[in-house]
């Protein structure tokens, strides 16, 4: 039988040549980071929760990731997937079967090794529903997924421990996704014995196999992490402690770190004060700008008249002045002409998409038979920035005579309305969607853009239903060769061509992440905007100022 | 007196009864459902019809709420949505902030308020009286969060007195007390001035004087002790806008007390938290109403409990 076995995309490539085989490319380690020191980090909300079947927003995202591990991680700093606590993998010529070697000797924080029965074990967790884990859905290409979601089995029936450093995978489909799943917090490997301990609580008593360990949380105050000195990666992590210091109104926290109180501003840079921090050269050096995997949109409802005819559509996509907008948010995002952002693979530098044409779009609406245009709807979040950004597209909208009036409601009300059929004409999509879960450019399509996302409780907010490019969808998910990952993304670049000629949104930009720290940091830039360890990679980042 | 208690027990009661009933109804009408966010983007109808029918959320209307009262009883009140904790650990984690950053605000207004209202009614009618008066206006409508972001840049960021925000040692105490005190304070100089003024009218100051007593002596031992009395009664009532002015001042200072729980859970929509911050609030008020009712006669023999 011919088996894939792979560690990295590039090494994936050598060892089919090399007859499927591989030993596994040892991370590499910063050479100019020191060991030593502890940096402290500021964020305005309290954390949820450390526990990886639970916690889902960005706040305790990268937390998660530095404590636990999962059998797939990235680059550091990159969407490049890679082997973390699995050593290698193989994956059989249908793409059904997932087979991975554990790495040997993996210790949990409290000193006992890791196998690949505590891998099933954290899988049958995060999808039991009486864990109530919000990410119990990515695992749906795993056979028994239904029977254990629906509470009929306590065990993933496709989930096969064949001996302790040794675990099969069997999925319903082929997945090509299958790897950042095993990637995504989710998916992270828990002790039972821990679990169990503390029960719900455990989230507060977090012990994983990462590069940190966990040491103190005060409720309201603070949440310390120490370095794990048994981590299997040998060499990282580079920092002694890290310390976040939680309850801090960002202008507060921004005004800590100008005195060098604290090293890193854990949320965004106050609105108020971003055009101030990058005027000014000493503190515009110190903030790292890089590309998040999120596109801001307006969809239109291809059901409601009068956007179930293309031209509508495609005359609201050049009636949209993107530029302005992206000035509205002190040019925090660029401009976007698709719906994936640029960092994510199958992203099209090709593509032009609709030009900003006024006469155009007139033209096109008198073609569809609306020469005077229309009266509509434009459902918005109501907080900042959002109605402004809202206002500023009602303003183009009026220039080609769409007269749209605002609805600015709270998030929960937007997104009621967005899943409703009947219930919102256009959608800013603004605070609400979409970032991806993991850089895939799937991830952009089935929940947002697919025919099974166009029911009610949705994300399917323009309701667009095309079989054709469903199946086509399907189609680039079965291959699951990484080798073939070039020519996946290719397919994947023609389904969102596609949905650009349908026009069921106008893309409006892409949000960059802007992250500010002091001048003691050290690291790559790209460990500070990491896509996916959003926002820090705290493993990998180091302080220069230890002897 | 015992039949008078008793009678304002079963009032409280039936007050946080009320207070419980209302915010239930409020938060059980929100648009947001709770299960869809614990659920998250992800989730299957499936998964969402099972965590609904786990966290009891299927239920109608009052049977929920009989539920919430019966595990009240109990001192349970529920589990965060977001958090994942127990709602009664997050709140007593947080409680001995609030009280200790009361505690300085109390002494803040008490030392601003009643100094001013003071100097106000003796020298009432002159410019010190029209400026501390003014003074005392600006203090009770100036908006917290303006007057305690001044605090902090001027005494912290640009003087470096105290820490820019946190929680630990007396130093972090004093802007966060300071900008609750303000508000207080205003309130209280307007109060104590004209209880003053009322005090400084009454025949035995005129009787003092004739009988030759210094001003000093008139005004600190005969007409303060009377006119601060019903002055500090008032500060059982004061709990009310305590509560209030916590959500703010904690968020502004990062002081981890119940305001700042209740500012996260709001943004979140984390009921269980909201549910039990409000209820935790109302007790408080209805707690303060009540000792400054039994205990005002106590300090002014002319109120009469009935």
Redesign the interface.
């Known amino acids: 039988m011919k088996k894939f076995l792979t560690s990295t995309v590039a090494v994936s490539a050598l060892a089919l040549m090399l007859g499927m085989t591989s030993a596994r490319a040892e991370h590499v380690v910063d050479p100019n980071a020191k060991p030593g020191g502890a940096i402290t980090i500021t964020y305005k909300?309290?954390v949820?929760?450390l526990?990886p079947a639970?916690g889902?927003d960005w706040q305790n995202w990268s937390m998660i990731k530095t404590l636990f591990d999962g059998l797939m991680d990235y680059e550091p700093g990159t969407t490049n997937l890679r082997p973390d606590l699995a050593e290698s993998y193989e994956i059989a010529p249908d793409g059904k079967t997932f087979t991975f070697k554990l790495r040997q000797g993996v210790k949990f924080h409290n000193g006992r090794e890791m196998t690949a029965d505590d891998v099933k074990y954290s899988l049958d967790r995060v999808t039991n529903?009486?864990t109530?884990?919000?990410?119990?859905?990515?695992f749906?290409s795993i056979k028994g997924h239904e029977d254990v979601?629906?509470?009929k089995a306590e065990s993933l029936a496709g989930v096969t421990v064949i001996d302790p450093y040794t675990i099969k995978f069997e999925l319903t489909r082929p997945d090509a996704t299958f790897l950042h799943v095993m990637a995504i917090n989710f998916s992270h490997v828990v002790p039972k014995e821990e679990v169990e301990k503390y029960g719900?609580?455990f989230?507060?008593h977090p012990v994983g196999t990462g590069a940190f360990k966990f040491a103190e949380w005060?409720?309201?105050?603070r949440v310390v992490f120490e370095r794990n000195p048994d981590y299997w990666h040998k060499g990282l992590p580079h920092l002694d402690k890290v310390t976040f210091?939680?309850?801090?109104?960002p202008?507060?926290a921004l005004?800590?770190l100008q005195?060098g109180?604290i090293d890193v501003l854990g949320d965004v840079i106050p609105p108020a004060k971003f055009q101030e921090v990058m005027a000014d050269p000493e503190q515009k050096a110190r903030v790292v700008e890089g590309g998040q995997l999120h596109t801001g949109y307006i969809t239109m409802n291809t059901t409601m008249a009068p956007f179930d005819n293309v031209k509508v559509r495609q005359a609201v996509n050049m009636a949209v002045n993107k530029d302005r907008i992206v000035q509205l948010i002190n040019n925090r995002g660029v401009p976007a002409n698709q719906p994936l952002p640029p960092s994510m693979p199958g992203y099209d530098k090709e593509f032009k998409g609709y030009p900003y044409d006024v006469a155009k779009a007139k033209a096109l609406l008198a073609e569809a038979g609306h020469p005077d245009g229309f009266d509509t709807q434009l459902f918005a979040m109501n907080t900042d920035p959002n109605p402004r950004i809202a206002q500023a597209i009602q303003q183009d909208l009026a220039a080609v005579g769409i007269k749209a009036s605002i609805q600015s409601l709270?998030?929960?009300?937007v997104?009621?309305a967005g899943g409703d059929k009947a219930g919102a004409p256009m959608i800013w999509s603004g605070g609400m969607a979409w970032i991806a879960?993991f850089p895939d450019p799937s991830n952009f399509y089935g929940?947002i853009l697919s025919c099974a996302g166009a029911v009610p409780?949705g994300?399917n907010w323009s309701w667009y239903c095309n079989k054709d490019l469903d199946a086509k969808a399907a189609e680039a998910d079965s291959i699951v060769d990484p080798a073939k990952s070039a020519e996946r993304a290719r397919m994947w670049s023609a389904i969102y061509g596609k949905i650009m000629e349908d026009a069921p949104w106008v893309p409006v930009f892409n949000e960059q992440r802007f992250t500010m720290k002091s001048p003691r940091m050290g690291g790559a830039d790209n460990l500070y905007v990491d896509p996916v360890h959003i926002p820090i990679n705290y493993d990998n980042v180091y302080v220069t100022d230890v002897q | 007196m015992i039949a008078y208690l008793g009678r304002r027990v079963i009032q409280s009661v039936l007050i946080l009864l009320g207070v419980s009933l209302i915010t239930f109804a409020l938060l059980y009408l929100l648009p947001a459902d709770p299960v869809r966010q614990i659920a998250g983007r992800s989730a299957t109808p499936e998964t969402v019809e099972n965590i609904r029918r786990q966290l009891g959320l299927d239920q109608p209307f009052f049977i929920q709420y009989w539920h919430y009262l019966i595990s009240l009883l109990s001192g349970d009140l529920g589990r965060s949505y977001i958090q994942r904790s127990e709602v009664t650990e997050l709140i007593v984690s947080r409680l001995p902030a609030s009280l200790l950053l009361m505690v300085g605000a109390i002494l803040c207004e008490l030392a601003i308020g009643l100094t001013m209202g003071l100097l106000a009614a003796v020298r009432r009618g002159t410019a010190t009286d029209q400026t501390l008066m003014v003074a005392s206006f600006v203090g009770v409508s100036a908006p917290q969060f303006v007057v305690g972001l001044l605090l902090l840049y001027v005494f912290a960021v640009q003087l470096g007195w105290f820490p820019i925000g946190g929680y630990g040692t007396w130093r972090h105490l004093v802007l966060p007390s300071l900008t609750m005190g303000i508000l207080g304070a205003g309130w209280y100089a307007r109060m104590m001035r004209s209880s003053m003024i009322d005090v400084l009218r009454q025949d035995y100051m005129r009787t003092a004087r004739a009988k030759g007593l210094a001003r000093g002596a008139i005004i600190f031992r005969h007409a303060l002790p009377n006119a601060i009395l019903p002055v500090i009664a008032m500060i059982g009532i004061d709990i009310g806008i305590f509560m209030g002015g916590i959500v703010v001042v904690e968020s502004v200072f990062g002081w981890p007390g119940i305001g700042q729980l209740a500012w996260q859970a709001i943004q979140r929509v984390d009921i269980p938290i909201i549910m039990g911050v409000t209820l935790v609030s109302a007790f408080a008020i209805v707690l303060g109403n009540l000792l400054a009712d039994t205990v005002a006669p106590f300090i002014d023999p002319r109120i009469k409990l009935r």
């Open positions: 909300d309290d949820a929760t526990d639970i889902y529903p009486k109530q884990s919000p990410g119990a859905g990515f749906g979601t629906a509470g719900a609580d989230g507060k005060t409720l309201g105050q210091e939680i309850g801090q109104e202008i507060v005004l800590r005195k109180e709270a998030q929960a009300n997104i009621a879960d929940p409780g994300w």
